[in-house]
């Protein structure tokens, strides 16, 4: 992190995740707190790759056309850390959305579930105070 001058978690691991979803990595996350995530660099000298680059790039298309992407729950209890809260209200925040299927009181689908933690953070300190 230090050599890309990444200094936020979520930003590392959001970069992460866009370069396996771009194709340019595979990353296999570890979910072990002592045990590395494992990440393999895509060789593209190999000419079956570029076969199907049209391939990658229709699914790349297809993504941005829909901007939500449902949040894994270590990318919000990250969210929650970085903001010095406890592991225990990023549960919470993830639980009742994924229960509602990522959708707000409107029924509408959300567009960023980080604005919808910093909605629910503010509230939960309204609430506690």
């Given at each position: 992190?230090?050599?890309?001058?990444?200094?936020?978690?979520?930003?590392?691991?959001?970069?992460?995740?866009?370069?396996?979803?771009?194709?340019?990595?595979?990353?296999?996350?570890?979910?072990?707190?002592?045990?590395?995530?494992?990440?393999?660099?895509?060789?593209?000298?190999?000419?079956?790759?570029?076969?199907?680059?049209?391939?990658?790039?229709?699914?790349?298309?297809?993504?941005?056309?829909?901007?939500?992407?449902?949040?894994?729950?270590?990318?919000?209890?990250?969210?929650?850390?970085?903001?010095?809260?406890l592991s225990t209200q990023a549960n919470k925040f993830y639980s009742f959305y994924n229960s509602r299927?990522?959708?707000?009181?409107?029924?509408?689908?959300?567009n960023s579930w980080q604005a919808a933690a910093r909605n629910w953070i503010a509230k939960e300190g309204?609430?506690?105070?």
């Open positions: 992190m230090k050599l890309g001058k990444i200094k936020s978690f979520g930003t590392y691991h959001r970069c992460i995740k866009e370069l396996h979803l771009a194709g340019f990595i595979v990353y296999s996350p570890s979910y072990d707190a002592y045990k590395g995530s494992l990440v393999e660099i895509i060789d593209f000298d190999d000419p079956e790759i570029f076969s199907n680059t049209a391939l990658c790039e229709q699914e790349l298309s297809i993504q941005k056309e829909n901007h939500f992407c449902i949040p894994e729950f270590y990318e919000v209890e990250l969210y929650f850390k970085e903001r010095d809260l299927d990522w959708k707000l009181s409107g029924g509408k689908l959300m309204r609430l506690g105070s």
